[in-house]
C-alpha cells in the first residue's frame, strides 16, 4: 500500500503527461509521455529517475516519447494486450481484470475501449487517482473513433461507478470548450453553470483545470448524464434509452 505523488506536465498544445511517483520503492512512471524533453526536464526538476511508461493507448500524443525516453533511461513500457502492435517498445502487457504492481502500489486495469479499441484505464485506489487517457476528460469524453457508442457508453458508466473522490487525470486540458459544449445541453444545471464560472476563470489566468473530482463529473459531464431528464428534453430525446441520449449528445458534440 503506498500513495503515489503526481506531477503534471504541460507539452504539446493541450496535452497532459502524468509523472506518477512510488517513494517507498523509488519508482517513477511517466503516463502517456508524448515527448522527450519536457518529461527529462520535469523529471530533473523533481529529483526523479525515470522507471517506467503506463501508455493507456497509442496515438502519437500519448507515446511519441516512448522509444527515446526507453533508449535513454531503460524504463518498462506498460500497455494494453490488445493494443501491443500499437505501442512502440511495449514491455508489459495488461488487459481488463489485470492488476499491475507498481512498486507498493497497485492498479486495477480497465479495458476503456471506444475512442479506439483496446484503449486500458489505471485506477491506483488507495492514491484516488485514475489515468484514463482519452476516454474521460473534464466536463467530456474522447471522440468515439474505432468503437461503437454503446462500448463507449459501457466504457464510461464504468469508470462512472468508481468512488466520489476519484482524481480523473487525463491527457488533455479540454475543460473549457467542454464546458461550453454541457451548458448547450444543459443550460439550466446550477452545477455546470458554478463550475464553468470557475473554470473560465482559471483559464484566464491560464491556470489547469486538471485532474478532476469524479464527484464533480458526475453532476456536469454531458456523457455521464444521459439519464437527465433537463438534457433528455434539451436535445429532444425524453425518454428514449441511454445509448440514444448518449449517442446525440456525442454527435452533436463532433460537431461544436
Ligand atoms: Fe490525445
Redesign the pocket.
Known amino acids: 500500500m503506498a500513495k503515489l505523488e503526481i506531477h503534471r506536465v504541460p507539452v504539446l498544445r493541450d496535452?497532459y503527461v502524468w509523472l506518477a511517483h512510488e517513494a517507498s520503492s523509488n519508482l517513477t512512471a511517466a503516463v502517456?509521455p508524448?515527448v522527450v524533453d519536457p518529461v527529462l526536464a520535469a523529471l530533473d526538476a523533481q529529483g526523479w529517475s525515470l522507471t517506467h511508461i503506463l501508455n493507456t493507448y497509442h496515438?502519437h500524443?500519448?507515446t511519441g516519447g516512448n522509444l527515446e525516453l526507453k533508449e535513454k533511461t531503460g524504463c518498462t513500457i506498460v500497455g494494453s494486450r490488445s493494443d501491443r502492435e500499437r505501442i512502440p517498445g511495449i514491455d508489459v502487457e495488461l488487459e481488463d481484470g489485470d492488476t499491475y504492481e507498481f512498486g507498493n502500489a497497485t492498479a486495477q486495469v480497465f479495458d476503456v475501449s471506444g475512442h479506439t479499441l483496446g484503449h486500458i484505464a489505471y485506477w491506483f485506489e488507495e492514491s484516488d487517482s485514475l489515468f484514463c487517457?482519452?476516454t474521460i476528460f473534464a466536463m467530456g469524453c474522447?471522440r468515439v473513433i474505432e468503437g461503437a457508442f454503446d462500448q463507449m457508453l459501457g466504457s464510461l458508466d464504468r469508470l462512472k461507478a468508481l468512488p466520489a473522490a476519484t482524481q480523473i487525470y487525463c491527457?488533455?486540458e479540454y475543460t473549457q470548450k467542454n464546458g461550453q459544449f454541457a451548458l448547450t445541453v444543459e443550460p439550466d444545471n446550477p452545477d455546470l453553470i458554478a463550475r464553468m464560472r470557475d473554470v473560465d476563470a482559471k483559464r484566464a489566468q491560464d491556470i489547469a483545470t486538471v485532474p478532476s473530482l469524479m464527484e464533480e463529473e458526475w453532476k456536469t459531464n454531458p456523457f455521464f448524464r444521459a439519464d437527465s431528464p433537463h438534457l433528455q428534453e434539451t436535445i429532444g430525446l425524453t425518454g428514449a434509452s441511454l445509448v440514444e441520449v448518449f449517442t446525440e449528445t456525442r454527435k452533436r458534440k463532433d460537431g461544436f
Request: proline share 0%; glycine share 18%; aromatic share 0%.
Open positions: 496535452n502517456d508524448a496515438h500524443d500519448h487517457g482519452d474522447g491527457a488533455h
